[in-house]
């Protein structure tokens, strides 16, 4: 896995740390089929109060990301990688069961990795769905978008694009540029 280890707000991440993430995502790995060479994206971040890492694994047709807050920067780096560790538990038998047919996404996990159901019913975070709403779909542009959702203070925006008629999210990236998701329909791409 070729691990990329960057840092944010003045933060540069020393040889330990990069060789930490390293040694860690090697947990990670296992999950993974051989032959696909993986990239791990590693974002470090210092505050005041704590340290922030989000670690990323993008695929063909998946992407893994997690973050964590800790008050080391290790401690955040350990807490990432058990959710991500966490998270492909929860999912892998779901890609097998449902998308093995799809190409691109069962292949990427090995075949060898077998779970403890019981150990993965304490390690799943965040299972239940809190809030539901609903949001009127209205054709606009995308600059248009953009002042919605700067007017109603969010850091996204659902609308249907006029210039492309397909439903698409605007979003506020971290580095304050805007960011667009467009909507396919299978097939499309």
């Given at each position: 896995m070729k691990v990329i280890v960057?840092?944010?707000?003045?933060?540069?991440?020393?040889e330990a740390i990069r060789n930490y993430v390293t040694n860690?995502?090697?947990?990670?790995?296992?999950?993974?089929?051989?032959?696909?060479?993986?990239?791990?994206?590693?974002?470090?971040?210092v505050y005041d109060s704590h340290q922030t890492v989000e670690i990323t694994?993008?695929?063909?047709?998946?992407?893994?990301?997690?973050?964590?807050?800790?008050?080391?920067?290790?401690?955040?780096i350990d807490l990432a990688i058990?959710?991500?560790?966490?998270?492909?538990?929860?999912?892998?038998?779901?890609?097998?069961?449902?998308?093995?047919?799809?190409?691109?996404?069962?292949r990427y996990y090995s075949a060898q990795s077998d779970f403890d159901l019981e150990k993965m019913k304490t390690?799943?975070?965040?299972?239940?769905?809190?809030?539901?709403?609903?949001v009127?779909?209205?054709p606009m542009s995308v600059d248009d978008a953009i002042l919605q959702m700067e007017m109603l203070g969010?850091?996204?925006?659902?609308?249907?694009?006029?210039?492309?008629?397909k439903v698409s999210v605007i979003y506020l990236r971290e580095d304050q540029n805007y960011g667009i998701i467009e909507t396919t329909q299978e097939g499309e791409i």
């Open positions: 960057r840092g944010k707000n003045k933060f540069k991440p020393t860690k995502l090697q947990k990670i790995e296992q999950y993974f089929s051989k032959k696909h060479e993986l990239e791990a994206n590693v974002l470090c971040k694994i993008p695929t063909k047709n998946i992407l893994l990301r997690a973050e964590a807050k800790n008050q080391s920067i290790y401690g955040a058990d959710k991500l560790e966490a998270q492909i538990r929860k999912h892998k038998s779901k890609i097998y069961k449902s998308l093995k047919k799809r190409e691109g996404i069962a390690e799943i975070i965040a299972t239940n769905l809190v809030k539901e709403k609903k009127e779909l209205r969010h850091n996204f925006f659902v609308f249907l694009n006029s210039e492309t008629n």
